[in-house]
């Protein structure tokens, strides 16, 4: 057993006492498993080769830092084989949720929020860090894991994380998310996080993958948001949100919110929901005020995950076209109206 500066327990596991079951994806480096270690699921990440192990070392290093409750848990480590055990989250990875092949899960704007929220809080304590706070550089919905009913977020994959005195000048992340000033070899500090952050919120509210029109390789990416361009803004988004989005992707790093910014704004956007989720069954007055002109569509839907053998449902699918530019507050509200307590993403497991 070891123990972080942070006070983060984490033990030296030996590999003879885990029960590996089975593939379910990979990382910055490496394959990850299912596994099974004390009774409970587990996550082992093994590397492949030897060029992987600086990668092990450093999300070795970063993860038995930390400790927040959106971002992943480190259980331990094993060195022969060399692999990492972690938190296991039985819900998958954010991109699978959005992006998954019909029939698509729905969820509500509050779901979307509230993922943002508190991907904005893992990160805001990570630059907080003392006495060196860490840039993640590598914020994409794959590295953004769902745990509880798919409410609980958890930032993963520490494997291009650095300190944040650590000027870098190689292209490390993905170029759909990544700050241009990270791709053009200019040095770069924790506000390339907070750009992926704005590319993030814009891709779960849509549910579209950013740059996707463009085509061609991560180079055309890259060049695009070089030359200026960003995913389209997105018709009847309430204002703040709106506006603080634009912010983290605004192409000075100076000009973006730091992080911590971003979660109390977030924080304050979300706090009907966060402080009196019974609030929301009052607001039916107030979003009436507006004269709506389309009707929120409930729909339910099931589906069947054969991969992770679980099946979920999930409930209220907002049509995001009722949304007008009459009063802002009202806005706001109706957006968030079917909070993820009310509603959440279920997720049951299989008979």
């Not at 954010?94 to 979307?112: G, I, K, M, R, V």
């Not at 506000?191 to 579209?208: A, M, N, P, Y």
């Amino acid at each position: 057993m070891v123990e972080t500066p942070t006070g983060c327990l984490f033990e030296d596991i030996q590999f003879k006492d885990i029960q590996v079951e089975a593939a379910v994806g990979r990382g910055t480096f490496g394959v990850v498993f299912k596994a099974v270690w004390k009774g409970k699921d587990v996550a082992i990440k093994s590397i492949e080769s030897e060029n992987e192990r600086n990668a092990f070392l450093v999300e070795l290093r970063q993860l038995s830092r930390v400790n927040h409750p959106n971002i992943v848990k480190l259980y331990g480590s094993c060195n022969n084989p060399v692999c990492l055990v972690m938190e296991y989250a039985e819900c998958g990875s954010l991109y699978n949720l959005l992006h998954s092949a019909d029939p698509q899960a729905q969820y509500t704007a509050s779901h979307a929020m509230s993922w943002c929220l508190q991907c904005a809080q893992g990160v805001a304590y990570l630059h907080a860090m003392k006495p060196k706070a860490l840039i993640h550089r590598d914020l994409k919905p794959l590295n953004l894991l769902l745990v509880a009913q798919g409410t609980v977020l958890k930032i993963c994959d520490f494997g291009t994380a650095c300190d944040i005195q650590t000027y870098m000048t190689n292209n490390k992340g993905s170029a759909a998310w990544m700050a241009p000033e990270v791709f053009e070899g200019s040095n770069y500090s924790e506000k390339c996080d907070v750009f992926s952050w704005g590319i993030i919120l814009w891709e779960v509210i849509t549910r579209k993958k950013p740059f996707d029109e463009i085509g061609g390789s991560a180079f055309c990416i890259m060049w695009a948001v070089h030359r200026g361009t960003r995913p389209p803004l997105i018709k009847g988004l309430p204002k703040p949100i709106e506006i603080l989005m634009t912010r983290c992707w605004d192409k000075e790093p100076t000009q973006r919110p730091s992080m911590e910014e971003v979660k109390n704004t977030m924080s304050h956007l979300m706090k009907p929901v966060l402080n009196d989720p019974n609030k929301l069954n009052q607001d039916q007055a107030l979003i009436t005020s507006v004269s709506v002109k389309k009707q929120i569509k409930l729909t339910f839907v099931t589906d069947t995950n054969r991969h992770r053998g679980c099946r979920y449902l999930i409930a209220f699918k907002i049509n995001q076209d009722h949304y007008m530019n009459k009063a802002k507050a009202a806005c706001l509200h109706m957006f968030l109206q079917h909070s993820a307590y009310n509603c959440s993403i279920r997720y049951l497991c299989a008979a």
